[in-house]
């Protein structure tokens, strides 16, 4: 068989074997990239993540979030309300019937249509007197989602807040970090509007009566205390798993959630700690107001890691959080019933991070 090698021409004064070795090799370099560039083009064409960091996506991206931001500011501006919403909300009827059907997309956007791009909404006659962020940390629950969407959206504009509810999803391939997710939903939320109150919340867990205000008062608030599975009682009484709310100045100050957490259980203990160590105290409303309902799932492996960390907790608390927050937004899509953002992180890069801290004159490292 005759080999051409006219791509390694006679400059090579190699064999011939070797100019055929290094023509295969230049071939199927330039395969390996055209492919590349192709999977690129159908992966940001098709699912919008630009996996290959291309710049102009990323461009019509920040312009497309600079566009819906213009546009709630725009409405904001428009209604120019002088009156405050009263203190306790006239439309709210206490304990609610929980409707686990999931409806379609289309009958949820259908029924959904007073929301602002990204699932943005403020009363239209009074000024709130909150403006709520709902943090939600996402991954393969999408029937949830819709069930979530169906009961929330009544209830929080009953409630009469300034709310915005974000999915923050991580990309497949990667532990859950719950807490991570949640650090990153503050800090990409707080980008796109000045919100004063975060509430994480868990996708499968639903308020049974809208007494439960979704705002932040003077001190961190667990919202799910009661929860059917559990008996609608505290299994511990420093649990702060599920729902939790925090004023973005009390957020700062406990540096967020750690960041270390991959995997089920602990993180939310740990925040517990960060809560007690920064002076303030966990409140909850009573037993028969905080009620939720958890939507079926199969239950996660836990973490056997989480006691490791737990054991270190406050040492960490300064050098682990949103000061030390490591990840990459892939995508960030304005949806007609939430604002969706998706990212992924490195599980080594995170752990990785080493936290020094001086306890008395000693140097230790975790
Ligand atoms: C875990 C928490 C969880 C709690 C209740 C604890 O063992 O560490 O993360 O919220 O159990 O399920
Ligand atoms: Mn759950």
Redesign the pocket.
């Known amino acids: 068989m005759r080999l051409d090698v006219s791509l390694w021409p006679a400059w090579c004064r190699c064999s011939k074997s070797i100019r055929y070795v290094l023509h295969i090799f230049t071939i199927v370099v330039l395969v390996f990239l055209v492919l590349q560039y192709g999977i690129g083009l159908v992966l940001t064409r098709d699912h919008h993540v630009s996996w290959l960091n291309n710049a102009s996506v990323r461009h019509d991206l920040d312009r497309d979030i600079d566009e819906v931001v213009r546009k709630w500011q725009a409405t904001d501006r428009e209604r120019n309300l002088s009156t405050n919403c009263p203190y306790l909300p006239p439309k709210l009827v206490g304990r609610l019937y929980i409707n686990e059907t999931a409806p379609s997309w289309e009958e949820l956007e259908r029924n959904h249509r007073e929301l602002q791009p990204g699932g943005r909404f403020s009363p239209p006659n009074c000024k709130a007197l909150h403006r709520v962020a709902i943090i939600i940390p996402y991954r393969d629950r999408e029937s949830h989602l819709r069930v979530f969407f169906n009961h929330m959206h009544p209830l929080l504009q009953r409630q009469q807040l300034d709310y915005g509810i974000f999915v923050i999803e991580e990309a497949p391939g990667i532990k859950f970090n719950r807490a991570m997710l949640m650090n990153i939903g503050f800090v990409e939320a707080s980008k796109l509007y000045n919100y004063q109150c975060f509430i994480f919340h868990?996708v499968?867990l639903l308020p049974e009566d809208d007494r439960n205000i979704y705002s932040c008062p003077d001190q961190p608030r667990h919202m799910s205390a009661a929860v059917n599975t559990l008996d609608y009682k505290l299994p511990y009484p420093e649990i702060y798993g599920g729902v939790s709310a925090l004023k973005k100045e009390q957020f700062e100050k406990v540096n967020g959630f750690s960041n270390k957490f991959f995997g089920w259980g602990g993180e939310d203990d740990d925040m517990w700690v960060r809560i007690n160590n920064a002076g303030l105290k966990v409140i909850r409303y009573p037993l028969d107001i905080a009620r939720y309902t958890?939507l079926g799932?199969k239950k996660d492996e836990p973490n056997p890691e989480r006691y490791k960390y737990l054991y270190s907790a406050e040492k960490r608390l300064k050098t682990d959080g949103i000061n030390s927050l490591i990840y990459k937004r892939l995508d960030l899509q304005f949806r007609k019933t939430y604002t969706w953002v998706y990212v992924t992180f490195n599980e080594a890069d995170v752990l990785a991070v080493s936290h020094l801290t001086i306890i008395g004159s000693k140097h230790t490292k975790l």
């Open positions: 868990d499968d958890m799932h």
